[in-house]
């Protein structure tokens, strides 16, 4: 993607903003929380066209481009229906956080550190959106976490060998979080779902990562 392209979508964004203003200042369509989510979300694409025109180069893109989504997301929540309202709030910008470091990993696998933050905001995320359904979710965080520590030796390969010191974290914190599960709550359909998940991510990693 050509600067030029990056321009055009910012100025079509602006003009289309701007539409929408006039016509929520006439009262023609109330937009509501969708009106201020939409330049959040707009200046969100600008970083993300900046990141897809130059991966490596525009690495740190990402960051501000995948909060800024998350904001846009947290602004629109309250148009939603209500029965998503309690799994969203807080969780928009909690994943986008995490989005963030998991796209500066995938684009620049080399900065491996980006896998800790991306996967504690993830997991915190997931937290926050069953915080209203469960009474303790405590155990979900950490659980997050011995997968967030786990991914680092599966998806990470330094001169050869694997960084096997992550999966010490990793087990203790698996340990505590199987231990912090509630007694009312089945253990066994939460542990095919870690398995699943670092199934399919280490699939999807081998398939994304450009061949030697």
């Known amino acids: 993607m050509k600067t030029n392209t990056i321009r055009l979508i910012f100025g079509v964004g602006l003009i289309l903003a701007g539409v929408l203003l006039f016509l929520q200042v006439l009262d023609v369509f109330d937009f509501g929380e969708i009106f201020w989510a939409i330049p959040f979300a707009l200046a969100a694409v600008g970083f993300l066209a900046a990141l897809a025109n130059n991966p490596r180069g525009n690495w740190w893109a990402a960051i501000p481009g995948a909060v800024l989504l998350g904001i846009a997301g947290e602004i629109a929540v309250p148009a939603l229906p209500a029965a998503v309202q309690?799994?969203?709030?807080g969780t928009c910008i909690l994943f986008s956080i995490g989005l963030a470091f998991w796209l500066v990993f995938i684009v620049t696998p080399h900065q491996w550190w980006a896998i800790i933050p991306a996967g504690t905001m993830t997991a915190l995320a997931l937290t926050n959106a069953l915080d209203s359904v469960l009474d303790d979710t405590g155990f979900i965080f950490l659980l997050g976490l011995a997968v967030t520590f786990a991914l680092i030796p599966l998806l990470t390969i330094?001169?050869?060998?694997?960084r096997h010191w992550a999966w010490f974290p990793a087990i203790a914190l698996l340990v505590v979080g199987l231990l912090s599960?509630?007694?009312?709550i089945e253990i066994m359909p939460y542990m095919w779902g870690i398995a699943l998940i670092l199934a399919g991510i280490y699939l999807a990693w081998n398939a994304l990562r450009p061949a030697k």
């Open 86 to 89: 309690p799994y969203l709030e």
């Open 158 to 162: 330094s001169k050869g060998s694997r």
């Open 181 to 184: 599960i509630p007694s009312k």
